[in-house]
């Protein structure tokens, strides 16, 4: 996968709900990885899928050298260099982790950014943590800054309480850091926020830049009224600008490719290849050269409020 997400992983409980055992995941070619992944366990508050069981929310790992990282050798063998983990969880019980494993940023810019709001210290979004690559002045000016909410991607995200792709972060009455984004090539955007039981809000926001794309193509889809099926609600995509037209009519059933059965499962879904796949979707991504995907479901007690697709 040509992007700064390398790898994707997908971690379910066991039936006993003691450890995280491997479900699904990307690996492009590193298949070395993959076998080790497939044999490892996690148990709660172990390594990071175990950090996300343990806190509900996503969780930074800003190097993979770090001792809560089961597989630093083998992430190191490959180019690894960071990596988030996103929990899904139905009212208070986890159904998934997805754990996303980026390269060497120093090829190129884009950031992963964890941001949180206690609302009984402060009214605002504060950065918790980040990976920037290269980027030092804007990961500077990135810990210096608060969102409140509506403000921003990462606040935008916190008052919608939906996902939220934006397609050009040079406009300023949306992405505050336009500019230092502007110096980075640090194009596009997703914001993904997290409601916490607690009352305290976090939101992932992952920054895409032209060169090293966080991934080819983004898309959101939101259920129908009666929740019957899945319509397209945005998306992104530096292959195809027009992609979403495609979309205007279409309409996914549950259980219909990767994103109907996420949407049915609450489970996130990879696909490795798109090529058997015969949904409108899939037949759009591959037409712009995109080999596989990844579905994510966002959740609102027990239902998906929102599919979260990412395509390689």
Request: net charge neutral; aromatic share 10%.
């Amino acid at each position: 996968m040509k992007t700064f997400i390398r790898i994707a992983e997908i971690w379910v409980p066991t039936e006993d709900r003691m450890e995280l055992r491997y479900h699904d995941g990307l690996y492009g070619t590193h298949d070395e990885f993959r076998a080790l992944s497939q044999q490892m366990r996690f148990k709660y508050n172990e390594g990071l899928p175990g950090k996300a069981w343990a806190t509900g929310h996503p969780v930074i790992f800003r190097e993979l050298e770090d001792s809560n990282f089961k597989r630093t050798e083998a992430a190191k063998a490959v180019g690894l260099t960071c990596g988030v983990a996103l929990p899904v969880v139905a009212d208070d019980v986890l159904k998934a982790v997805v754990v996303l494993l980026c390269g060497d940023g120093n090829v190129g810019a884009g950031a992963l950014e964890l941001w949180h709001n206690d609302p009984s210290k402060f009214f605002e979004l504060r950065l918790v943590d980040g990976y920037y690559g290269p980027a030092v002045m804007f990961e500077l000016n990135s810990r210096h800054t608060g969102f409140p909410r509506g403000y921003g991607l990462p606040g935008r995200a916190w008052k919608s309480n939906m996902p939220l792709i934006v397609n050009d972060l040079n406009d300023s009455r949306v992405f505050l850091r336009w500019k230092e984004a502007l110096d980075i090539g640090v194009n596009r955007g997703l914001g993904i926020p997290y409601l916490h039981p607690s009352g305290r809000t976090w939101v992932m926001t992952f920054l895409s830049a032209r060169n090293t794309p966080i991934a080819r193509r983004f898309e959101i889809w939101v259920p129908t009224q009666d929740r019957e099926t899945l319509i397209f609600h945005a998306g992104d995509c530096d292959q195809n600008s027009e992609f979403a037209t495609a979309y205007k009519s279409a309409k996914i059933e549950k259980n219909d490719g990767a994103i109907g059965q996420a949407w049915a499962s609450g489970i996130a879904t990879a696909r490795a290849s798109l090529a058997h796949e015969k949904s409108v979707v899939a037949q759009s991504a591959a037409a712009a050269g995109l080999s596989a995907m990844l579905a994510m479901p966002f959740m609102a007690g027990q239902e998906s409020k929102a599919i979260v697709a990412l395509y390689f």
